[in-house]
T-cell receptor
Framework: KAGVTQTPRYLIKTRGQQVTLSCSPI?????VSWYQQTPGQGLQFLFE???????NKGNFPGRFSGRQFSNSRSEMNVSTLELGDSALYLC?????????????FGPGTRLTVT | KNEVEQSPQNLTAQEGEFITINCSYS?????LHWLQQHPGGGIVSLFM???GKKKHGRLIATINIQEKHSSLHITASHPRDSAVYIC?????????????FGAGTRLTVKP
């Protein structure tokens, strides 16, 4: 089975712009979670989707949003980019949502905001 | 104080040594994960624990729910084990069920 894929792998944007990142889960996986990793804050949970519904959301401003499609692919969007949004954005997929399921991580999208 | 604390932050070992990385948490959890991150960013899930002990090859993970503590052990360490090891917890449903992460332990194994 193919692993979790994320596109694009690298992205450079300017302050004020918006960006959309994409995540394709492992075939058969119905849950996708998104995480932000920065040198200062480490890994932080953004949101979790299962069957097109957002189940959980981390402590991030409303500029961060996401969605999941019927084929389980997910996108996250960041509007009005700030310099502090520069980070590695990781998605992870699992068969189901919640504690009982192991997560499989994608390679990440490295976003640089200038 | 962070909800998930790892120690040590950095660890250097000689090939063949036995390694222990510790994780303590202060919140109610439904599961604990140990993750491995290599340079370049890719993350691999090593273990998911809710009780007891698990073993995969040279890696052993234990959790003590009463003491809110988990350990990751690497036996016969090898340079390819060099990576950042991250402890993550899934909060219980009655809290908010999201994930919280430790700051990571950077392990370097020298040949």
């Amino acid at each position: 089975k193919a692993g979790v894929t994320q596109t694009p792998r690298y992205l450079i944007k300017t302050r004020g712009q918006q960006v959309t990142l994409s995540c394709s889960p492992i075939s058969g996986h119905r849950s996708v979670s998104w995480y932000q990793q920065t040198p200062g804050q480490g890994l932080q949970f953004l949101f979790e989707y299962f069957s097109e519904t957002q189940r959980n959301k981390g402590n991030f401003p409303g500029r961060f949003s996401g969605r999941q499609f019927s084929n389980s692919r997910s996108e996250m969007n960041v509007s009005t980019l700030e310099l502090g949004d520069s980070a590695l954005y990781l998605c992870a997929s699992s068969l189901g949502a919640g504690a009982a399921y192991e997560q499989y991580f994608g390679p990440g999208t490295r976003l640089t905001v200038t | 104080k962070n909800e998930v604390e790892q120690s040590p932050q950095n660890l250097t070992a000689q090939e063949g040594e036995f390694i222990t990385i510790n994780c303590s948490y202060s919140v109610g959890i439904s599961a604990l994960h140990w993750l491995q991150q290599h340079p370049g960013g890719g993350i691999v899930s090593l273990f998911m624990l809710s009780s007891g002990k698990k073993k995969h090859g040279r890696l052993i993970a234990t959790i003590n729910i009463q003491e809110k503590h988990s350990s990751l052990h690497i036996t016969a360490s090898h340079p390819r084990d060099s990576a950042v090891y991250i402890c993550a917890v899934r909060l219980r449903w009655e809290v908010n069920n999201d994930m919280r992460f430790g700051a990571g332990t950077r392990l370097t194994v020298k040949p």
